[in-house]
């Protein structure tokens, strides 16, 4: 399914939602990192299973229930392999990345925190990759510390290095590509200093697992956490890796039907993991999609993504630069198609609501990260995230109506 | 539609907001928050005699929270609380519900009615106030 | 768009899915206590949804974005006024009926049990309304104590108030609709009498809000639960009622994005409910489906549903009782359309067996009620569960196989 | 296929389980557990210079599972442990890819492979047997 105008990016057209007008404007989505469209693939297989085979899993015996069971539990196996995991029970669905952290702080932080270890955030993570955390350690008497990033985004190594040094550190929560900045975290390295101390890492994948193939055996990741709706896939569905023996060795995160073994009033069983963690009728429609996703994801060339994406980057980011009183934030090399600017002629905000009468969709405020707002010294940023689906002429919009935006306020 | 925003009396205030400032004496005060951007702004008030005799606020924000929070200001400055709580009435209904109302003024905000992410940016100053007079600490436009 | 044949259900057509041949026999979905079927009205919103309006909420400020959060929060009013809740933030989504307990239980539960505190659960109940209060019970010091049913599945009355009188009980989890036996609880009165003694109750409404109007503020629940999946909504959602003044008082259940105010690593602060309990990007697609699915249902004629589902479920109890050596259990008065039943010829996982060869979908099992099992003193029960869209012709069909099953194994 | 599936011989092993029964003098035990439907059953072995002298087992279930450990016992019973590993392994293959080998009669067990839901039932006591002789104290299908 070719798309018509070679002007235009080659996966655009697999996307229905990008043909419409908004404000009477084309609409040029630029708001990928905050959640991304979803691929005809991926709708298509939901709807799909909802007209055909909607059934709730692991308990029918009959068909609708059994070609449900294998669709959830083929979608597992798909996971698994996208990013590499050993084992298909290594794989844990969640409601979202959100959930996926929650599970990790709450179910394997109550069994090993104890008062006076150290969890390590770095300053950039995402709320969700650090408040978690600090519940969490309120819980358990265990400290939250956070690990300093340089101007650019990029982490403060030789900081890192001592925090482990001189801490009790039980976990380090670090992001592999960060939402604001688009920074990518050497996590491989990360991972292998945290072990030499005998620290875990769980690295938030919801920004990496769109823009870039992933391997938690090669990054060493004990925790690797995606979403499905930043990764072209449906919402309210997320997945947690977790290596084998850290899973079977966690208590359970929340009760309810098949995560149970045996339920009694005189005590409950509970069974291995992934089962143990996935309490109550799951979201198959949801998980079903995701695996649509991943499959989609993975039968396209991530070498030409990446090229695609980094010319954008680069030339959008000149262009940016090139309008006076513009600012684009940490511009550290290799990082992902994402970027984060400020004006000194008007507030992130305001911007946004020029760009979006010109039909542009970008994010504005702190991105769920306080904290690198925060070390960044600003109260937030415009920012516009590219997928494949944008291209040259998204582009060029989004530096016109940023040019507009100025004319307007100074 | 973006020029009923962005009048040229907004972008005057948004860039040089009125009243802005401390107050050491402030009889009331309150935070302001909006949980879409995460702007705040911090208000304080002087009530004698339920007359509001001085007032100013602190904090950044964008052009429209603060244009409407320093319009704000210089209108009820002097009002009685009475009055400028049945001002906040007016000006809700009107960039809620389009209701056009007399408004001393600021009807320039009539325009945020048809750009509903920025209602909130639009009334923080205002819900701040309601919160001050009524001896809260905090106000949200959750 | 009434349906062609006046034979079948007057609701059959709304259902896409229905219309299809397993194991070359018509579908006969005789499973919705599992998980309902959804109306074309249903799919066709969430396509449309992910088609034109895809994007995060409460956090842009662009066309997309605030449709989006339009959508998300009008659907919060329409499940507020379905269950005649007071006010709209007394409504939280969740991924489900599960999760949702296990909210309330970990975040009332920490902040509220002590040791020596009782939390009674009825015998009858769902895991998911068990399970979490043993975990939290394990967490705070306090006990989970069964109150016994009779045969029929109906609550044993004296033995509740006795229970209530004789512990310091804090909470009472009972479901509205048994999922497995069809029993209706008392809950408006099991209300009253645990807030006699100062007990809040947890009212587990998934089998309710399929089958008949829920009004919360007549009930008094604290907290009442229910299922997008069981009420003709999609999967991966679900929504929490609380009682505005419990919500507020207390913690955050998962942290992330969206549900704080402020985060610092010395010290971060919190939304007000709902937004709280709601951590990270929604399942919106869900949500809004969970809506459609609520007002599809509200448009409808409750009492005609009644009476159709009441008359299945008399005509079908009795043929089913004609076939020798099939025993139906729980037939207490005025119970849901939800048909448990045994046999002296064969395991309820052959019989299902049987049955889908003849195209009729049932559920074989303890339907996630193990105590309830072994009160009954049976390992797993055949269940039928009739919904609207269910007919005389599928009831018709199921009478048939169980007698083909009789035939086979006897 | 539901005649492949519910063969005489299996209604029959069903309907009286072989070998049912408890062992007080058991070297080895196992309980079997299907996450599916909660079946459970115990099984109980005497092993002695590496062959199966006894195996009995309790509990009840499906007629798939009843009469497949029936089966199992009955067949099992009298071989090397390594025989009967090895037979676990050949059975396997034929409930779920559907390589029929040369089985001792338990051939009229691949009707089950028609039917995914009921491969567990049909391999519960295959699994306990195999954690029995691991020195486990569990198996489950899961
Ligand atoms: C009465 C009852 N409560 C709770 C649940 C759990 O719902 P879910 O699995 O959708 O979380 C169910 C359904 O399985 C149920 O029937
Ligand atoms: C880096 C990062 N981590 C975590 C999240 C949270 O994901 P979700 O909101 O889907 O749970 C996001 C997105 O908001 C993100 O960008």
Known sequence: MPCKSDERSAWRCEFPILD?????????????????????????????????DNANVHRGVHALGQRSTEAYDNARAVVAKHLNAVHTDEIVFTKGCTEAVNLVAASWGQANLKPGDVVLCSMAEHHANLVPWQLAAEKTGATVKPVPIHDDGQLDWDAYLALLNENPVKMVAIKHVCNTLGTVYPVK????????????????????????????????????????????????????????????????????????RTVSFDGTTFREPPNRFEAGTPNVAGVVGLAAALEWLASQDFDRIEVHEQDLLASATEALEEIPGVRVLGKSPGKASVISFVTDFAHPHDI??????????????????????????????????????????????????????????? | MLEELYRETILDHGRKPRNSGHLEAATHKADGWNPLCGDQIRLFLIVQDDTITDIKFEGCGCAISQASTSLMTETVKGMKVVDALA??????????????????GLECLAGVREFPARIKCATLGWHALRSALAGEEAASTE
Chains 1, 3 share one sequence.
């Open chain 1, 189 to 260: 390295e990360v991972v292998s200093e945290a072990h030499r101390v005998g620290a875990l890492v769980t690295v938030d994948g919801a920004q990496a697992v769109p823009h870039r193939p992933v391997d938690v055996q090669d990054i060493g990741a004990d925790f690797y956490i995606l979403a499905g709706h930043k990764a072209f896939g449906p919402m309210g569905v997320g997945a947690l890796y977790g290596r084998l023996p850290l899973l079977r060795a966690m208590p359970p995160y929340q009760g309810g039907g098949d995560m149970i």
């Open chain 1, 20 to 52: 419409q007008e908004v404000n009477g404007k084309p609409l040029v989505y630029l708001d990928s990192a905050a959640s991304s469209q979803k691929p005809r693939v991926v709708l298509d297989t939901m709807d799909f299973y909802y007209r055909m």
């Open chain 1, 352 to 410: 946004a609501t020029i760009l979006d009468s010109e039909g542009v969709a970008v994010r504005a405020g702190h991105h769920c990260c306080m904290p690198l707002m925060g070390r960044l010294r600003v109260p937030a940023t415009v920012r516009a995230s590219f997928a494949m689906y944008n291209d040259n002429k998204d582009k060029e919009v989004l530096i016109q109506a940023v040019a507009k935006a100025r004319r307007i306020f100074s």
């Open chain 2, 87 to 104: 001002l906040f009435e007016k000006f809700h209904a009107m960039v809620v519900d389009g209701t056009v109302d007399e408004l001393d």
